[in-house]
T-cell receptor, first 113, second 111 residues
Framework: QKEVEQNSGPLSVPEGAIASLNCTYS??????FFWYRQYSGKSPELIMS????GDKEDGRFTAQLNKASQYVSLLIRDSQPSDSATYLC?????????????FGEGTQLTVNP | DTGVSQDPRHKITKRGQNVTFRCDPI?????LYWYRQTLGQGPEFLTY????????KSRLLSDRFSAERPKGSFSTLEIQRTEQGDSAMYLC?????????FGPGTRLTVL
């Protein structure tokens, strides 16, 4: 089982719709969770972080965390063509030796005008 | 620009040559990370520094790879005797606690 799994995609939504991106993780001691956006040929850009159960909203983005189900999601409301990118879920564990951040393989999102 | 910077942005080399990449992290960040990313995959962890101390190395990091962060500021990643399988995007990131902030990456092509 992979440590971090994302819905494989690609995901295609019309402009103005809600895009829903999902991620599950295997390690119950995972402590913090991040969503990165990566445009083709570019490096990942941090867009959301969430540390406790529930929802966290930032503009059109909402991250949702359920530690009991080991599930984290990202909702993008009023999707725009500029949101078309690969979205990476990342899960962090703080250990005595340092901080281990594991990425999923990403979900490619296309927003159609 | 106060973000993470990497140099060079692109490197083409022949198999068997040595290459060195540089990363300058965000100045107030004490943690520095190197990742490698290939097409269609998420970034894979290579190594991690807390200040000048290299605290963790991935099993992916063979003996041909070495990284340094001599004064706890910039870092270098050297690959000796490059192989075609080393072709990838090499990403540097920095942080305090919390999310990593990535640099633009160095794209390595080994011919």
């Amino acid at each position: 089982q992979k440590e971090v799994e994302q819905n494989s995609g690609p995901l295609s939504v019309p402009e103005g719709a809600i895009a829903s991106l999902n991620c599950t993780y295997s390690d119950r001691v995972s402590q913090s969770f991040f969503w990165y956006r990566q445009y083709s040929g570019k490096s990942p850009e941090l867009i959301m972080s969430i540390y406790s159960n529930g929802d966290k909203e930032d503009g059109r983005f909402t991250a949702q965390l359920n530690k009991a189900s080991q599930y984290v999601s990202l909702l993008i409301r009023d999707s725009q063509p500029s949101d078309s990118a690969t979205y990476l879920c990342a899960v962090n564990i703080e250990e005595t030796s340092g901080s281990r951040l594991t990425f999923g393989e990403g979900t490619q999102l296309t927003v159609n005008p | 620009d106060t973000g993470v910077s990497q140099d060079p942005r692109h490197k083409i080399t022949k198999r068997g040559q040595n290459v060195t990449f540089r990363c300058d992290p965000i100045s107030e960040h004490n943690r520095l990370y190197w990742y490698r990313q290939t097409l269609g995959q998420g970034p894979e962890f290579l190594t991690y520094f807390q200040n000048e101390a290299q605290l963790e190395k991935s099993r992916l990091l063979s003996d041909r790879f070495s990284a340094e962060r001599p004064k706890g500021s910039f870092s270098t990643l050297e690959i000796q005797r490059t192989e075609q399988g080393d072709s990838a995007m090499y990403l540097c990131a920095s942080s305090n606690e919390g999310g990593r902030f990535f640099g633009p990456g160095t794209r390595l092509t080994v011919l």
